[in-house]
């Protein structure tokens, strides 16, 4: 009754919020909460064939089909960060960040995949960027796969061969080896649902289409890879560094367009799809995949003349090796949606075609420069509830969130979007959630994967046609930095300068 209470108090704090009100309760984050923003390597380094870095499938991917970015950038220089990671950090100074995410890429380091060459051109620019960190006292947060997986592993089947979880543990090892000692904050896979899902549905790299048998051979590879990499830690590292190991989800709140029994059940099934095939074999009381996924991909495949299911099966061995292999639950939660049944016919297999409903955004929802990003602040609320139910209040850092705009500095839907958000994690706070920090998606405009860089996610513009990458700071980076001094969220701040700035605009 509680969380029902409190999700009407929070639904009636949001609209009071648009009407320029408020409860007038002064809610803090507390001086242990860590504020950061995050980044990762391909879409920020650039420098993608010199010093000894192999290629990797977004290398490949992107060469071989430049028609697919939307403005024809890809990340071969992106923001040149491979030699201005100084300036990254005096970014992050400027907005007095506590941590920063980070990831490492596998093919700078291990140009062929295999620990049989350690390119140490790679292995420095590392070095030099986390000694530059702790020069600070910024903790690294480091990823240590973000999507770029080395070309020579993706010629011998990628994540779907499953001697994959071994080339990853060994990539895992050299890093946990190199960084270990002033590293404290590891996260292994980012989002395996888009590395799997999309990967293999042709719209990211490799761009494979095998939609509905292999993205879920990936599912499989990846989750044990992840899980490897955590004993590997746990065992040989733990006690000599004390750090911690986890994973970052994508992890969006989705329920029912409309409160019918028919829609709930939907979104319940969408749920399972796209939270619990990637929580329950870590976080569940039983472990392994969700039983409502695991019948409905059954039914479906002998349906369509499968021998057996297309989702592999986990074995006792492996459903032990993955049952709590995380010391923190990262989200990367960006947007919700509205779920109902789907009257549609979907490619089958596929995954869509397994789930059987069709998801929606509500037309009241502010709309960002990404068609599929919507605001919806209640969501990542209701998310932090369904998860302390569903998995026993997980410990948790929000590793992504973020919002895109077109090119400009006065970006006041960031603003907006950043403190409503912000405000709804102050409620999940309040009501028991073990957040431990909130980490903005992204330092600085970066290329955002196909859509190169027509959406802009950063704090800091980004002139890519400068020579140096000139980075400026947006209105949202100067109302972050005064959000981590002050730990609260003031709705009516902004910064002199603007507010003169935004005068000369009305006039």
């Given at each position: 009754?509680?969380?029902?209470?409190?999700?009407?108090?929070?639904?009636?704090?949001?609209?009071?919020?648009?009407?320029?009100?408020?409860?007038?309760?002064?809610?803090?984050?507390?001086?242990?909460?860590?504020?950061?923003?995050?980044?990762?390597?391909?879409?920020?380094?650039?420098?993608?064939?010199?010093?000894?870095?192999?290629?990797?499938?977004?290398?490949?991917?992107?060469?071989?089909?430049?028609?697919?970015?939307?403005?024809?950038?890809?990340?071969?220089?992106?923001?040149?960060?491979?030699?201005?990671?100084?300036?990254?950090?005096?970014?992050?100074?400027?907005?007095?960040?506590?941590?920063?995410?980070?990831?490492?890429?596998?093919?700078?380091?291990?140009?062929?995949?295999?620990?049989?060459?350690?390119?140490?051109?790679?292995?420095?620019?590392?070095d030099n960027l986390i000694n530059e960190l702790l020069k600070y006292n910024i903790q690294?947060?480091?990823?240590?796969?973000?999507?770029?997986?080395?070309?020579?592993?993706?010629?011998?089947?990628?994540?779907?061969?499953?001697?994959?979880?071994?080339?990853?543990?060994?990539?895992?090892?050299?890093?946990?080896?190199?960084?270990?000692?002033?590293?404290?904050?590891?996260?292994?896979?980012?989002?395996?649902?888009?590395?799997?899902?999309?990967?293999?549905?042709?719209?990211?790299?490799?761009?494979?289409?095998?939609?509905?048998?292999?993205?879920?051979?990936?599912?499989?590879?990846?989750?044990?890879?992840?899980?490897?990499?955590?004993?590997?830690?746990?065992?040989?590292?733990?006690?000599?560094?004390?750090?911690?190991?986890?994973?970052?989800?994508?992890?969006?709140?989705?329920?029912?367009?409309?409160?019918?029994?028919?829609?709930?059940?939907?979104?319940?099934?969408?749920?399972?799809?796209?939270?619990?095939?990637?929580?329950d074999p870590i976080w569940s009381e039983d472990g392994g995949f969700p039983r409502t996924?695991?019948?409905?991909?059954?039914?479906?495949?002998k349906e369509q003349g499968f021998k057996e299911s297309r989702l592999p099966t986990l074995?006792?061995?492996?459903?032990?090796?993955?049952?709590?292999?995380?010391?923190?639950?990262?989200?990367?939660?960006?947007?919700?949606?509205?779920?109902?049944?789907?009257?549609?016919?979907?490619?089958?297999?596929?995954?869509?075609?397994?789930?059987?409903?069709?998801?929606?955004?509500?037309?009241?929802?502010?709309?960002?420069?990404?068609?599929?990003?919507?605001?919806?602040?209640?969501?990542?609320?209701?998310?932090?509830?369904?998860?302390?139910?569903?998995?026993?209040?997980?410990?948790?850092?929000?590793?992504?969130?973020?919002?895109?705009?077109?090119?400009?500095?006065?970006?006041?839907?960031?603003?907006?979007?950043?403190?409503?958000?912000?405000?709804?994690?102050?409620?999940?706070?309040?009501?028991?959630?073990?957040?431990?920090?909130?980490?903005?998606?992204?330092?600085?405009?970066?290329?955002?994967?196909?859509?190169?860089?027509?959406?802009?996610?950063?704090?800091?513009?980004?002139?890519?046609?400068?020579?140096?990458?000139?980075?400026?700071?947006?209105?949202?980076?100067?109302?972050?930095?005064?959000?981590?001094?002050?730990?609260?969220?003031?709705?009516?701040?902004?910064?002199?300068?603007?507010?003169?700035?935004?005068?000369?605009?009305?006039?």
């Open positions: 009754m509680k969380m029902y209470l409190r999700l009407i108090q929070f639904l009636s704090c949001c609209v009071l919020c648009v009407y320029g009100w408020s409860d007038n309760r002064i809610r803090k984050f507390k001086d242990d909460f860590s504020f950061g923003v995050s980044t990762s390597a391909y879409q920020i380094e650039g420098a993608w064939n010199i010093d000894g870095k192999g290629e990797s499938i977004w290398d490949r991917f992107l060469h071989n089909y430049p028609e697919v970015i939307a403005d024809g950038r890809n990340g071969d220089e992106a923001c040149n960060s491979y030699h201005q990671y100084k300036r990254d950090v005096e970014m992050l100074r400027e907005l007095g960040v506590d941590h920063y995410r980070f990831s490492i890429s596998w093919p700078r380091i291990l140009p062929s995949g295999y620990p049989n060459i350690i390119n140490e051109k790679g292995i420095q620019y590392y690294p947060m480091v990823t240590l796969y973000h999507f770029d997986l080395p070309q020579p592993l993706q010629d011998l089947g990628g994540w779907i061969n499953p001697l994959s979880v071994e080339w990853f543990e060994d990539f895992a090892r050299v890093v946990f080896d190199k960084y270990g000692d002033r590293v404290k904050y590891w996260i292994t896979i980012n989002q395996p649902n888009d590395v799997c899902i999309q990967g293999y549905s042709g719209l990211m790299a490799p761009g494979i289409v095998s939609k509905g048998v292999g993205d879920y051979i990936c599912v499989k590879n990846v989750m044990l890879a992840h899980a490897k990499a955590y004993r590997l830690y746990e065992r040989e590292y733990k006690k000599k560094y004390n750090g911690q190991v986890g994973i970052s989800l994508g992890l969006n709140w989705a329920h029912g367009k409309t409160n019918a029994t028919e829609n709930e059940e939907a979104a319940a099934i969408y749920r399972d799809f796209t939270i619990g095939l990637y929580m996924v695991k019948e409905r991909i059954a039914k479906k495949s074995s006792k061995e492996e459903i032990k090796l993955l049952k709590g292999s995380a010391d923190f639950l990262g989200i990367n939660h960006y947007t919700s949606f509205l779920v109902e049944p789907s009257g549609q016919q979907y490619d089958s297999p596929s995954i869509d075609d397994d789930m059987g409903v069709k998801i929606s955004h509500n037309k009241e929802w502010r709309s960002s420069q990404s068609m599929w990003l919507k605001s919806a602040p209640y969501g990542i609320y209701r998310l932090c509830l369904y998860l302390n139910k569903v998995y026993k209040y997980p410990q948790i850092y929000i590793t992504e969130h973020g919002w895109s705009t077109t090119t400009g500095l006065n970006d006041k839907s960031r603003v907006t979007t950043l403190r409503d958000y912000l405000s709804a994690i102050l409620f999940a706070i309040e009501d028991g959630t073990d957040i431990k920090g909130y980490t903005v998606w992204s330092l600085m405009d970066n290329v955002e994967w196909i859509a190169g860089t027509s959406e802009r996610f950063g704090l800091y513009e980004v002139d890519f046609d400068s020579k140096d990458k000139k980075r400026t700071a947006r209105l949202s980076a100067l109302v972050y930095k005064r959000i981590i001094e002050k730990r609260i969220v003031e709705n009516d701040w902004l910064p002199d300068n603007w507010k003169i700035e935004k005068e000369r605009e009305e006039l």
